[in-house]
C-alpha cells in the first residue's frame, strides 16, 4: 500500500496501459480520478474499481482541450483537493509511411501526444504548486521517444518531445518538490498495438528479431513501473526515462 492516502490523476484510463495503471495505484492504496473520452468504458472501469473499496472519481476528459482540463482539475480541487500524483497516459499512434503522412495525421497525433502531455503537465504541476504538494508527474513516453522507428515520424517526434518536455520540468520544478519523470514502452500488448502482436506474422518477427524477451510486454508491467515513479520509493529519481521493453533497446 505505498500509495495509502495518495490522489492519484490518470488520463487514458478506460483502456490498456492507462486502465492498468488506474487499477495498480489504486491496488496500491491510492484514491483513484480517472479521465478519458471513451465515457462509457471509463464508467465501466470506474465502477470495478469502485468494487474493491477503492474510492474513484471519473471524468470525461479530452486532453488536447485547456478548458476541459482546467475544469477537470478544478472539479477535483473541490471534490479531493490538489492530486499528488499525475500519470498521463493518453496518447495515439499508426504506421504511415513518411511520404503519405498528411497534415490532419501530423496535427492529431502532435495535439494528443505532446500538446495533451504540456496541458496535463502543466495544470496538473500549477495544481500541485498552489496546495503545496510534493507530487510526482509521470508521462507515457515510449522507446520511439530514444530511438526512431520506420513509418512513425509523427509518432516518434510526439514522443521525443514527451522526453525533453519531461526533462525540462523536472529541472523547473525540483525546487517546488514535483518530481517528473517518463516511462517508455517498448511493443506493449494494448489494442493501440494489435496488429502487430505476436500472433501475427509481424508480431511473430517483431518479437523474434527485436526483442530478446522474445514476448510483447504487458500493460500491467507498465504501471508497475508507473506505480514505483509516483511512489515514494523513488524520491530522489526526476527526470528519468524508465525503459519497459523486454531488451529492445539493447540491440
Known sequence: MKLKGKTAFITGAANGIGEATARRLAADGARVVMTDIEIERLAQVAAEIAATGTEVRHYPLDVTRRDQVQAVFDQLQTDWGAPDVVAHI????????????????????????????????????????????????????????????????????????????????????????????????????????????????????????????????????????????ASDDASYVTGHTLVVDGGQLTL
Not at 145 to 151: H, I, Y
Not at 180 to 188: D, E, F, K, T
Open 90 to 229: 493518453a496518447g495515439v499512434g499508426k504506421a504511415l509511411h513518411f511520404l503519405k503522412l498528411t497534415d490532419a495525421d501530423w496535427s492529431r497525433t502532435i495535439d494528443i501526444n505532446l500538446r495533451g502531455s504540456f496541458l496535463v503537465g502543466q495544470i496538473g504541476a500549477q495544481a500541485m504548486v498552489n496546495a503545496g504538494i510534493h507530487g510526482s508527474i509521470v508521462f507515457m513516453a515510449s522507446t520511439n521517444g530514444l530511438v526512431a522507428e520506420e513509418e512513425l515520424a509523427d509518432y516518434n517526434a510526439s514522443k521525443f518531445g514527451v522526453v525533453g518536455l519531461m526533462k525540462t520540468m523536472a529541472i523547473d520544478l525540483a525546487s517546488s518538490h514535483i518530481r517528473v519523470n517518463s516511462v517508455n514502452p517498448g511493443l506493449i500488448r494494448t489494442r493501440l498495438t494489435q496488429g502487430s502482436w505476436d500472433e501475427t506474422e509481424t508480431g511473430q518477427w517483431y518479437t523474434r528479431e527485436r526483442i530478446p524477451m522474445r514476448r510483447l510486454g504487458l500493460p500491467a508491467e507498465v504501471a508497475a513501473c508507473v506505480s514505483f515513479l
